[in-house]
């Protein structure tokens, strides 16, 4: 974790996403997921690049086990894009920065 990004937990899941206001991207990762910590960097430069527009958070399945089976998560890294906590996209797999940011501003505006 970063300044850039938040670590969200099962029990803060709600009040962290699903009641936020405005764009949350959610990442969906373990320690053990070599695909997922080749991201992180991506993820935190969008959270410095996008701040005040998208919040990123991260939740670590293995420690967080509820949310990612509520959201249907069945690999990682997955990100889902919350907008005023309902869910409106999803990527799955490690992509570069670049594709990142496309398929995030092509849902943000």
């Known amino acids: 974790m970063s300044?850039?990004?938040?670590a969200v937990t099962d029990q803060s899941f709600e009040a962290d996403?699903?009641?936020a206001d405005g764009f949350v991207l959610v990442d969906f990762w373990a320690e053990w997921c070599g695909p997922c910590r080749m991201i992180a960097p991506a993820l935190d430069e969008?959270?410095?690049d996008y701040k005040g527009r998208v919040t990123v958070a991260k939740v670590d399945i293995d420690s967080n086990p509820e949310t990612p089976t509520t959201f249907?998560?069945?690999s990682i890294p997955t990100m889902i894009l919350f907008r005023d906590g309902k869910p409106v996209a999803q990527q799955m797999g490690a992509l570069p920065k670049s594709q990142l940011k496309a398929w995030l501003d092509s849902h943000i505006g």
Do not use: A, N, S
């Open 3 to 6: 300044e850039h990004t938040v």
């Open 17 to 19: 996403v699903l009641k």
């Open 46 to 48: 969008i959270g410095r």
């Open 72 to 74: 249907g998560v069945r």
